[in-house]
């Protein structure tokens, strides 16, 4: 049976991808992250992530990200529409 | 509203955050064609968040959300309006009581008194129904043109010379004349064509539209430039709503200047010209 | 006497080429070039180790060179410019030694004052006759303006044109003579004039780029030296060559007719000269097959050494003769001292080329660049690597406002009276970070990569390689 995943987003400058899959159970969030500008604003990244998930309850899930240099409105844009496709089984 | 309105793609980050540099008078995010039908929910996402976050000085933000025979309209509507918008472009505008409803539903959204109504008129029906389109609400503040449509619905076909659209140009100049709103016209397609677009837009300007549309960046800067008010233009306009204002306050009936009666047409023209010159003026003729 | 030298690998032998020794290319093909490559190879095959290579710049194209240097063979690198693999290697650490970077004016002014010797100069000729009388229009392999080769044609050891069309003697015209010459190998193709075409050169399609582009024309109409006359120099491409489409605008409602335009030559300046709008192009290198066509049939497009384009030691040199220039940046202060050689990362993706040469020569220098390039602020409190000293750079135009070097107070009049968005550049830094949120700042070691060598042969900054997460 293959694993429930949803995506948003996509690699074009100043956007993310964002892919969320189905975890196993029992495992903890994850969360990975792949950034143009890793050096300077991957914590930021890692940590809107979190809280975002933190908010919704997801704990079973590992999240991909792929950022392309997006800002911090897109990037919660981006997981919150991942999410919520997640949510409704997409 | 200014003299040029540009369509900026919903759904991608790098124009959305950049929008409001661009150049243009108003920026219309748009939800509806440049979004495909997956992609919905995630554009809509993407400008609530833009919008609460983002300060757009120097231009006026609007959202072209989906239409009204689609299922996406209702939460696009509530969602930018909650965020802060200036203004809507509603597509396929074809009766005035659907602008009525729209109209009705932010009447209850906290915050959004403010928010002004663009319908894009682009279907033999909705250009029949012009009068009654874009008189059919106070939100109402101008009719938008919308050729591509248009001529697929009529049967003819699209071209730069434009003779195909003249006549429903000329009956939505009428329709928001009559109504008291402006009247916007269709984008040019070509961009790269920028002699093409001077002769459309003054040829627009010359029937009476108030302003363009554009598609492309490099647009903004020649529609503004066609349709701003020559300085005599601007400075009659500003004596125009001075000695009005001045009658008010002096409880006179009726204003004059230069020996003639300053009436609803004058004063209405006059704040056009205002607006075109992105001049704020909160007078309003009673 | 026979200079034909029926191999390159009889030629490097012939020219006694030794361990330790330095050898020199230009880099007129740009990303098309061969001769660095089949060079360093038979350098290499003989068993040669130990070798400096002094190139004017190295393009993607070099990566193959990577191999060599993990051997042995090449153990020291000398240019104005690098990008591709080269650099990511030189990034890397992968050569113990650091890498010297130079500009287009500072690497003549060594090489003539002597203090950087050059034991064999490779020049690739796109024609040739048998004495070595070289010029780079004639033949498939045209690449233009030759001004790199010149200094090191005249004080290297040996000297070795490699071409791909020997032709009749004499050879005219002469860029290169045969008075410096030793040798003349032919081989079958010194590289592809398609690969001259970066992408670098071409106009941006990005329209914050233009409207970027529309403010910095605005700002030199401001300036007051938009008038006839007018010479100016764009960058390599971007919004830098976009300026240069809306600065023509000016012009041609103006009715004004510029002297000269210099570069880095693009087809566009090409039209510029043969619509009038120029009187003369000064060209240090062409950087599409359009400026080749032009120089080759052009005499009112002059082809200069790298010498005569920039060196200060000169008794003058053309950029001192220039109005405007408008450039690019990796990073900027806000004391206006500019990056082009790392980014904020500190990887090496370029260097000076003309940058800080024009800067300080022009009148009036611009740069121009989008405030953030993907989500990095291009105003920092202190660039990664110094390359332009912010004494010679006037303006920064970005699509959020322009900020003027406090020390030009006229010229920052003109431009608030003209209604232009002036703005303080502490200002426009703080804009960026409030976008994009405070980069977390990238850690260095103290192992020095890279060292900067300023036009006049200071050391400006050093390039210190970034601590590995």
Redesign the interface.
């Known amino acids: 049976m293959e694993k429930r995943n949803a995506k948003?987003?996509s690699l074009?400058?100043?956007?993310l991808l964002v892919v969320i899959e189905e975890n196993k159970p029992g495992e903890e969030l994850e969360i990975v992250m792949h950034s143009?500008?890793?050096?300077?604003?991957?914590?930021?990244i890692v940590q809107i992530a979190h809280e975002i998930a933190t908010q919704k309850g997801l704990a079973n899930v590992r999240i991909l990200i792929q950022d392309?240099?997006?800002?911090?409105?897109?990037i919660?844009?981006?997981i919150?529409?991942a999410m919520?496709?997640f949510e409704r089984g997409l | 509203m200014g003299t040029n309105l540009l369509f900026v793609p919903g759904n991608?980050?790098?124009m959305v955050?950049n929008a409001g540099i661009l150049g243009a008078d108003t920026v219309i995010f748009d939800l509806e064609d440049a979004v495909s039908g997956e992609q919905k929910?995630?554009a809509r996402?993407?400008l609530?968040?833009?919008l609460?976050?983002?300060t757009y000085e120097g231009c006026e933000t609007s959202v072209r959300i989906n239409a009204m025979d689609t299922p996406y309209w209702e939460m696009d509507l509530k969602i930018v309006a909650e965020a802060g918008i200036d203004g809507l472009i509603i597509p396929k505008a074809e009766h005035g009581k659907d602008i009525e409803r729209i109209s009705d539903i932010l009447d209850t959204i906290p915050g959004a008194d403010g928010v002004f109504l663009i319908p894009l008129v682009e279907s033999a029906l909705g250009v029949e129904n012009v009068y009654g389109i874009a008189s059919s609400s106070k939100r109402v503040r101008g009719v938008f043109f919308g050729a591509e449509d248009y001529t697929a619905d009529i049967g003819a076909v699209r071209t730069k010379g434009g003779e195909e659209i003249l006549w429903a140009r000329g009956r939505i100049v009428n329709g928001a004349a009559a109504a008291g709103v402006e009247a916007i016209d269709t984008p040019f397609t070509d961009v790269e064509d920028i002699e093409g677009l001077k002769k459309d837009t003054l040829f627009a300007k010359a029937l009476g539209f108030d302003g363009k549309a554009s598609v492309s960046p490099r647009h903004c800067g020649l529609i503004r430039e066609i349709f701003y008010p020559g300085d005599e233009e601007i400075r009659y306009a500003i004596r125009v709503i001075d000695t009005v204002k001045e009658a008010e306050k002096t409880g006179k009936g009726v204003a004059s200047m230069d020996g003639r009666m300053i009436d609803k047409p004058i004063v209405l023209r006059a704040l056009k010209v205002l607006r075109a010159a992105g001049i704020k003026e909160d007078f309003r003729y009673e | 006497m026979n200079k034909i030298r029926k191999s390159l690998r009889t030629a490097i032998i012939d020219s006694g080429i030794k361990n330790g020794m330095t050898v020199s290319f230009h880099h007129h093909l740009r990303n098309g070039d061969f001769v660095m490559n089949m060079v360093m190879d038979e350098i290499a095959n003989l068993g040669i180790s130990n070798i400096r290579i002094a190139a004017s710049s190295f393009f993607p194209v070099h990566g193959k060179l990577v191999r060599h240097i993990k051997t042995g063979t090449i153990t020291s690198l000398d240019c104005n410019y690098m990008t591709g693999p080269l650099a990511e290697a030189v990034t890397n650490g992968m050569i113990d030694k650091p890498v010297m970077f130079r500009t287009h004016g500072g690497r003549p002014r060594a090489i003539l004052e002597g203090s950087l010797k050059i034991d064999v100069a490779f020049i690739a000729a796109p024609s040739s006759d048998e004495m070595g009388n070289l010029n780079g229009v004639r033949g498939s392999s045209s690449c233009g303006s030759i001004g790199y080769t010149m200094a090191d044609a005249q004080m290297a050891g040996k000297v070795i044109a490699v071409t791909d069309n020997l032709v009749a003697y004499p050879n005219g015209p002469v860029s290169i003579d045969e008075t410096n010459v030793d040798y003349v190998v032919v081989v079958d193709s010194i590289g592809d004039p398609a690969g001259i075409v970066s992408g670098t050169t071409k106009v941006t399609r990005d329209p914050v780029g233009h409207v970027i582009a529309r403010h910095a024309a605005d700002v030199i109409e401001a300036s007051g030296l938009l008038k006839d006359g007018i010479s100016f120099q764009t960058g390599a491409g971007g919004a830098s060559l976009a300026t240069a489409h809306y600065l023509r605008e000016k012009m041609v409602s103006g009715g004004i007719k510029g002297s000269f335009g210099m570069g880095g030559i693009t087809g566009f300046f090409v039209d510029m000269l043969e619509d009038g709008l120029f009187e003369k192009l000064i060209d240090v290198q062409c950087f599409d097959l359009e400026a080749v066509r032009s120089i080759r049939e052009n005499p009112n497009h002059l082809e200069v050494s790298a010498s005569h384009y920039a060196n200060p030691s000169a008794k003058s040199c053309a950029v001192d003769s220039l109005d405007v220039v408008v450039l690019g940046a990796t990073e900027i202060d806000t004391d206006f001292n500019v990056n082009v050689l790392t980014d904020?990362?500190g990887n090496i993706m370029g260097g000076s080329g003309g940058h800080s040469d024009t800067a300080r020569g022009a009148k009036l220098t611009i740069i121009v660049a989008n405030l953030l390039?993907?989500?990095?602020p291009i105003v920092v409190d202190r660039v990664t690597t110094k390359v332009t000293p912010g004494e010679t750079v006037d303006v920064l135009v970005t699509e959020r406002g322009i900020a003027v070097n406090p020390a030009r107070v006229e010229l920052m009049k003109s431009l608030k009276e003209k209604g232009l968005p002036v703005k303080n550049i502490v200002e426009l830094k703080e804009m960026a970070e409030k976008?994009?949120?405070k980069?977390?700042k990238?850690a260095f070691t103290d192992r020095v990569i890279g060292i900067v060598e300023y036009r006049n042969g200071e050391i400006i900054d050093k390039v210190y390689q970034?601590v590995k997460?």
């Not at chain 3, 390039?373 to 990095?376: K, N, T, V």
């Open positions: 948003a987003g074009e400058s100043s956007d143009i500008v890793e050096k300077q604003y991957g914590d930021r392309r240099g997006a800002l911090d409105y897109a919660r844009a981006r919150e529409t919520e496709r | 991608n980050p790098a955050q929910d995630a996402k993407l609530k968040m833009a609460e976050s983002i | 904020s990362s390039r993907a989500r990095l976008m994009a949120g980069p977390r990238v970034a997460e």
